[in-house]
């Protein structure tokens, strides 16, 4: 049974950071690429980051350029996002997801066939 699952969320003042972590198993983790989605109070889920399952390929939203990154640890089987100079707009519920494509239209990878994730770590960022 493959399981899914975010920590590392929390509340944070802006231009303050965080480190998402995800960790799966039941599934051949270092074959898979992997992906960082969100979802606003009232918004849909939007892709945010993904990594191809070889880690030297990574795509992310526009929103995010410049001040998120993310990397996997194949033999911790967990994947990371560091988060820095995080805005109010940040603010959402964070989901990992495996299992999917990752490409530069990361915006709309939800949508895209992601098999397995997580149940979400919140995000809140103050003013």
């Known amino acids: 049974q493959v399981q899914v699952v975010e920590s590392g969320g929390g509340l944070v003042q802006a231009d303050g950071s965080l480190r998402l972590s995800c960790t799966a198993s039941?599934?051949?983790?270092?074959?898979?690429?992997m992906g960082w989605f969100r979802q606003a109070p009232g918004k849909e889920r939007e892709g945010v980051s993904c990594i191809v399952w070889t880690g030297v390929t990574t795509y992310y939203a526009d929103a995010v350029k410049g001040r998120f990154t993310i990397s996997r640890d194949s033999a911790k089987n967990t994947l990371y996002l560091q988060m820095n100079s995080l805005k109010p707009e940040d603010t959402g519920m964070y989901y990992c997801a495996a299992g999917g494509p990752c490409n530069p239209n990361v915006r709309d990878l939800g949508s895209q066939g992601y098999v397995y994730w997580g149940q979400g770590t919140q995000v809140t960022v103050s003013s």
């Open positions: 039941g599934l051949t983790f270092n074959s898979v690429n």
